[in-house]
């Protein structure tokens, strides 16, 4: 009988726990500030402990009073530490949500969205002193649609995270966790919690980058955890975009406005249409609320390092 503690969003372990039945893993208890996750420990009379407690000598002593042989952890952001690290003696796991090594740090899923990629995907893999250093023990891919923005791609990838927290726990608790395969570090690339670019974008760039930055940092209703994507046209003039579409143009005056009504902006190659805004709310852009902010025709997208161009 394997032992397992699990850390984060319980809501695919009760899945788990059900294909399983009670003969091949043992739970032992929960780390999570989900609210869930106080129904499912109520339910099997374990503990429950908030995330932020999870590198505490408190915890810590529990913990290796009655160790675990696995500790999981999904969809919680709390770095472990090196103590905790080496309690399992079957090691911990994470579920990343980007494909390793490519793509290791934070909100990657929006730099996957900039960077043009056509296949994400979400990564099992062993946790080690490096942040998303660990041997892979699993992934799934995910493709990345024209239409998907950050708040979808985000939504796809829990889900697919969560399949995968299914297959890797549910092969653990038959036969033992999957085979490991080392990451090629030579290829990683780790991103940090700065907002893309500060969120602006810039009159320089191509049609195709700006739609795929602006789509990355969509997250409305919801607030991206990048913050929007801007266009800037001075200290007082930044709107927050949500949608744009490429339009008929062929550019050559980049970041000029050459309309309001409907709002078109010219880049390096072409033009981008402003399908949506948010300003107190997610709507189209009028010409009325354009030059209430002092945008007209004519007027100039900002560089993000300098004056109008």
Known sequence: ??????????????????????????????????PAARGLADQLNLPLWPNRDINGEAFLGHLSANPPDLIFNYNATTLFGAALLAVPKDGCVNIHPGPLPRYAGLNVHQWGIINGEKIFGVTAHMM???????????EVEVPILAEDTGLTLHLKLLKAGAELVESVLCQYGRSGLPARTPQDLSARRYYGRDTPHGGRVSPTWPVHRVINFVRALSYRPMLSPTGPALFGFGPQAEIEIVKVSHCDGKGGAPGRVLSLDPFMVEFTDGCVRVEKIHIDGVVDPSEKILRRWGIDVGSHLISPGGPPI
């Open 1 to 34: 009988m394997r032992r397992l503690f699990f850390v984060g969003d319980p809501i695919p372990l009760r899945r788990v726990l059900s294909n399983l039945g009670d003969q091949s893993l043992t739970l032992m208890g929960i780390a999570s500030d989900n």
């Open 128 to 138: 080690e002193r490096g942040i998303d250093t660990g041997d892979g023990v699993g």
